[in-house]
């Protein structure tokens, strides 16, 4: 395939399955970015707007009320069962979605931006870093994908949000319940976001011409300075 015929849908296949060629198309062809953006935000809704409609909404606010300490649940039941409604779970997920994923996108490409400016002083424009951010995340919109696998396989309608990540290491390794200290550590963190990590790594090294370990090292740091202080609190 020539580089002429290489299209921003080829590059969203190789992301994963080869993405060092799709990295580095995205690198030329900057405005590529809002692709993979906004196709990440579609399916990312759609599978909250499909489990707000599909979930038994009765069990899942009488769940969010048990979810709440004993002590302080009967003056919290009131305000949770006026406020809890699918249409409102709906519109608040999907700005929270938005706001978020702009909010990280940008302030990630801040630091990918000092980070090369100290490290190699590479050609690359925050733009560009931006566009990278999205690039990287966009294996993310399987993990979207396995929540509605999740869904059409479940024997009910009475499902937990938090059961639609399968793949978190609470799912996989901690096994955590609701209220117990490593239950959102464990659910905050999933296979996904370790191989947006690992693109990460390989995405720097080409973009920026750094080496494996230090590449590895810029994309790693703030999730384990998040995630490790997080631990230690715990």
């Not at 030329?28 to 489990?51: D, E, H, K, M």
């Not at 706001?99 to 100290?118: C, D, G, P, R």
């Not at 996989?172 to 990590?197: C, E, M, Q, R, V």
Request: charged fraction near 10%; include cysteine; glycine fraction near 6%.
């Amino acid at each position: 395939m020539s580089d002429n015929n290489y299209t921003v849908f080829n590059a969203m296949v190789d992301i994963v399955a080869s993405p060092g060629k799709a990295l580095d198309a995205a690198k030329a062809n900057p405005r590529w970015f809002w692709w993979p953006l906004l196709v990440s935000i579609v399916v990312s809704t759609a599978a909250f707007v499909y489990y707000f409609t599909w979930v038994d909404y009765e069990w899942l606010i009488e769940e969010t009320i048990r979810s709440v300490p004993a002590a302080d649940r009967a003056a919290a039941e009131p305000a949770i069962r006026s406020f809890m409604s699918p249409g409102t779970s709906i519109l608040s997920t999907v700005a929270v979605i938005v706001i978020i994923t702009f909010a990280i996108y940008a302030i990630q490409a801040v630091y990918l931006h000092l980070a090369n400016k100290l490290s190699t002083g590479a050609e690359v424009s925050y733009g560009q870093w931006f566009g990278f951010s999205a690039w990287t995340a966009f294996v993310m919109v399987l993990g979207s994908v396995a929540a509605f696998v999740v869904m059409f396989l479940a024997d009910s309608n009475q499902l937990a949000q938090h059961d639609l990540t399968p793949l978190s290491l609470n799912a996989l390794l901690i096994h955590a319940k609701p209220g117990d200290p490593w239950f959102a550590w464990g659910n905050s963190l999933t296979l996904f976001n370790i191989w947006t990590l690992v693109l990460m790594t390989i995405g720097y090294h080409r973009w920026t011409g750094a080496g494996m370990v230090k590449s590895a090292i810029i994309a790693c740091l703030p999730w384990v300075l998040i995630f490790g202080t997080w631990a230690a609190l715990i």
